[in-house]
């Protein structure tokens, strides 16, 4: 899960392009970048960490242009700490470009292969997104030839794109003297979006991940890129699209809708705040045959992607609302960070309880989902600490058994806690009295409810049937040998690095 945007405007886009990245943070926190386009020249600034902290005054001078895309990466593949793996990527031939990618391929080790053997290209990094652009790049050379580029010649290689890539990818990219262009795979898996906004000097646009960036740069929302279309904006600010895809198929990700989008989005249609609400009320209805409502004193939820979730249960069973965490909202979400040391210390930094809210009582508490456990046995442990009486735990969608291959660093299936475990065990697990996960049809009914013309959707992590047909329990098993063996050598980087250190100062 990654943050893109793609601006083509009328006046420099820097500032923009900055504005919009903050929107995304939540989306990523590893890594941030911005390529500005001036005339055929390229210009890039990109950095481990923070987007505030990537970016200085100098740095935005530095990037002059009215064209420009940005990202903010989320480390899915490789060393969530190698730089190296900042985006966007580039790459000169043909043409010029550049590219912002969120999502994850399935197929990369072929498309390396046959990067290497068939279309003589060098894959620098270990991340498959690099593997995408050359992919592009190598099809754009092929469909064009010896010839300028035009729209036609543009769609001919992303329609190439399709039918080589699998698994998930929404694009942003700019060509050198061509103009902007954005695609999404034929699933749709990841979320993008596109508006325009009216100015003096002509129609701008914007893509971007999720609605709320162009709500917030003033843009009008005009509609989400389709499952396998294209769309080209040129240097005349023409716009052109084209469906790619030969057979598109709208299956969006539902953990966007879970965890990952902000509220204040709106994804395929779907409010993601009204869908969160729906989650509640669902999850509300099979909580009531499990647990007596007479034994809640107060439903208090885990900020913040639970709040709408918990608001409407609440609400539902008839018992009190409570905020029983305070957030420091100066710490990285959890979920996000890489690393279960730092994933479990972070915990008790990040939130604190209020104590009123517990001390006697008997709480349900509230989160979107349950995936390693770490922070949930935390969590309980914390409202017990305060003085709990009873601890339940609800948890807005299904077990989470399997990895997830389209862009969340889901962990491996020994990771996970439910793997293996009954409901009723992994309640144990986490130290609750009781545990009530949301049914994954009920999940999907919250969804449907607002859009009933959205059927089908990537459910993977909760039921392992994988949207675009290529994930094998051997390839599974593949990415968990290579998460352990990563697993394996960062410890090994980091003692090495701490035993330099020891040793430099043992000789100052």
């Known amino acids: 899960m990654c943050g893109i945007l793609g601006v083509v405007a009328t006046t420099p886009v820097n500032q923009l392009l900055y504005d919009g990245l903050m929107v995304l943070q939540h989306r990523g926190q590893d890594a941030a970048g911005i390529v500005t386009a001036e005339d055929d020249a390229f210009h890039m600034h990109k950095g481990a960490g923070l987007v505030r902290d990537v970016f200085r005054t100098r740095n935005m001078r530095a990037l002059p242009g009215m064209m420009g895309i940005a990202h903010c990466r989320y480390p899915t593949a490789g060393s969530a700490f190698d730089s190296?793996?900042?985006?966007?990527?580039?790459?000169?031939?043909?043409?010029?470009?550049v590219l912002g990618h969120n999502g994850n391929l399935t197929n990369t080790a072929q498309l390396k292969e046959e990067m290497f053997r068939q279309d003589l290209r060098h894959i620098n990094t270990s991340s498959d997104s690099e593997v995408l652009l050359n992919i592009l790049a190598h099809e754009l050379q092929a469909t064009a030839g010896?010839?300028?580029?035009?729209?036609?010649?543009?769609?001919?290689?992303?329609?190439?794109?399709?039918?080589?890539?699998?698994?998930?990818?929404a694009v942003v990219a700019m060509i050198a003297g061509h103009g902007m262009l954005a695609f999404r795979d034929p699933h749709g898996i990841r979320p993008l979006v596109f508006g325009t906004n009216e100015t003096p000097g002509g129609i701008e646009f914007l893509f971007a991940s999720e609605s709320v960036a162009l709500d917030?740069?003033?843009?009008?929302?005009?509609?989400?890129?389709?499952?396998?279309?294209?769309?080209?904006?040129?240097?005349?600010?023409?716009?052109?699209?084209?469906?790619?895809?030969?057979?598109?198929?709208?299956?969006?990700?539902?953990?966007?809708?879970?965890?990952?989008?902000?509220?204040?989005?709106?994804?395929?249609g779907v409010s993601v705040y009204e869908a969160r609400l729906r989650?509640?009320?669902?999850?509300?209805?099979?909580?009531?045959?499990?647990?007596?409502v007479g034994q809640i004193d107060v439903v208090i939820p885990i900020p913040d992607s639970s709040r709408p979730s918990a608001m409407q249960l609440a609400q539902r069973i008839g018992v009190p609302y409570r905020e029983g965490f305070v957030k420091n909202r100066y710490i990285g979400r959890t979920f996000i960070m890489p690393g279960q040391a730092t994933r479990k210390r972070s915990v008790r930094q990040k939130l604190n309880t209020v104590a009123q809210e517990f001390k006697g009582k008997r709480v349900l508490l509230v989160d979107d989902s349950i995936v390693r456990g770490t922070t949930s046995r935390e969590i309980v442990e914390m409202a017990r600490a305060a003085g709990a009486l009873r601890v339940y735990f609800a948890s807005a969608s299904p077990p989470v058994r399997y990895p997830n291959v389209y862009g969340i660093d889901m962990p491996t299936r020994g990771e996970l806690i439910a793997t293996g475990r009954s409901g009723e065990e992994i309640g144990h697990e986490i130290g609750a009295d009781a545990l009530v996960y949301q049914d994954l049809d009920a999940l999907r009914a919250s969804i449907r409810d607002l859009k009933p013309a959205l059927r089908d959707f990537d459910t993977s992590c909760f039921d392992g049937r994988y949207v675009t047909g290529d994930v094998t329990p051997e390839y599974l098993m593949a990415l968990e040998q290579a998460r352990e063996g990563h697993r394996v050598?960062?410890?090994?980087?980091?003692?090495?690095?701490?035993?330099?250190?020891l040793n430099l100062m043992s000789a100052g």
Not at 85 to 97: C, D, E, M, R, T
Not at 146 to 168: K, M, Q, S, W
Not at 279 to 292: F, Q, S, T, W, Y
């Open 84 to 97: 190296a793996l900042s985006q966007p990527f580039y790459v000169n031939s043909p043409f010029g470009i």
């Open 146 to 169: 010896n010839c300028r580029l035009d729209p036609e010649t543009i769609f001919a290689a992303v329609a190439a794109v399709h039918r080589r890539c699998r698994g998930a990818y």
């Open 216 to 268: 917030t740069l003033g843009f009008q929302v005009l509609r989400d890129v389709a499952p396998g279309e294209a769309i080209f904006i040129d240097i005349e600010h023409r716009l052109h699209q084209r469906q790619c895809a030969s057979n598109p198929l709208l299956s969006p990700c539902i953990f966007e809708f879970v965890y990952l989008a902000r509220p204040d989005s709106v994804i395929d």
């Open 279 to 292: 989650m509640g009320e669902h999850l509300a209805d099979k909580l009531v045959r499990h647990i007596p």
């Open 489 to 501: 050598s960062s410890k090994e980087e980091r003692w090495a690095t701490r035993q330099l250190q």
